[in-house]
């Protein structure tokens, strides 16, 4: 439905690109736009994570890919999705969440009419808790295996 009304990237711009469209949340859309549709108040977030556990998984799946990089993620306003997205790969980095809540913040900059705030990614570190961890959390939740959560490290962090 966001490609419907956004529309694909230009095709000069993936001229040479691997483009993968996961449409995360895109039920969440309508012919009037973005709706939140079956997102509880105040679990946004964690609702945009359990109501689209497989989109989660081929996103991760892609990121767990070894010639995938450089690889650049968004959605429309490159906030909720990919700040979600970002947080939790942030989390399978090792990153202090403290740090992780900073970066999930940086879009109010650009959207200071529609603050982001800490409370928002809340739930989604306590299901990450509750579940034994980060790893335990993608393998439990979203379906990944070790390898995959391997993988994505490899790529990503310098030893």
Not at 109 to 119: E, H, I, W
Request: charged share 25%; proline share 4%.
């Amino acid at each position: 439905m966001e490609v419907k009304h956004i529309g694909p990237p230009a095709h000069a711009v993936r001229n040479g690109v691997r483009w993968e469209h996961i449409p995360i949340g895109d039920q969440w859309f309508t012919d009037r736009g973005y709706t939140r549709t079956g997102a509880r108040s105040g679990l946004a977030h964690l609702d945009l994570v359990m109501h689209f556990r497989e989109d989660w998984q081929r996103f991760f799946k892609l990121l767990a890919e070894r010639n995938v990089y450089p690889l650049l993620f968004h959605c429309s306003a490159g906030r909720d999705r990919t700040g979600v997205g970002a947080a939790m790969l942030l989390e399978v980095l090792g990153v202090e969440r403290a740090r992780i809540v900073a970066d999930f913040l940086e879009s109010n900059t650009t959207f200071p009419q529609d603050l982001l705030t800490s409370r928002q990614l809340a739930p989604v570190f306590e299901s990450i808790d509750e579940a034994g961890g980060i790893d335990a959390f993608m393998r439990g939740v979203l379906g990944l295996d070790s390898a995959d959560l391997e993988s994505i490290r490899a790529d990503l962090l310098e030893k």
